[in-house]
């Protein structure tokens, strides 16, 4: 799973061509930590299919903003640079993010 920051996010995501998925988390987040395992499961099972990425919003506040995510957790999935699809907050469930994945693949 690769960790963006603010000087990556645009050629990883907004560049990229395909799916990609963004894990927008931060520190002292508590459903944020105890979705990282799941996510970093699902990057092993499905990382052949689609690019799976995370992004710290502590550090890339203004950029997170810009993304129109404005609580965390919100998993995203992006299109060729467009975001198609995103979970927030308590939709943000393992079986949710699964089922989002799978719409993509």
Not at 17 to 34: H, Q
Request: aromatic share 8%; charged share 30%.
């Amino acid at each position: 799973m690769l960790e963006l920051d603010k000087e990556t996010f645009g050629t990883e995501v907004l560049e990229a061509e395909g799916y990609v998925l963004v894990d927008f988390f931060g520190d002292g987040c508590a459903p944020c930590a105890a979705l990282m395992p799941a996510m970093e499961a699902f990057s092993e099972k499905y990382g052949d299919k689609i690019k799976f990425t995370k992004l710290n919003t502590t550090k890339a506040r203004r950029l997170a903003i810009s993304q129109k995510v404005l609580g965390i957790p919100v998993i995203a999935i992006y299109n060729s640079g467009e975001k198609v699809d995103e979970l927030v907050k308590d939709d943000a469930t393992q079986a949710n993010i699964e089922a989002m994945i799978q719409k993509y693949i």
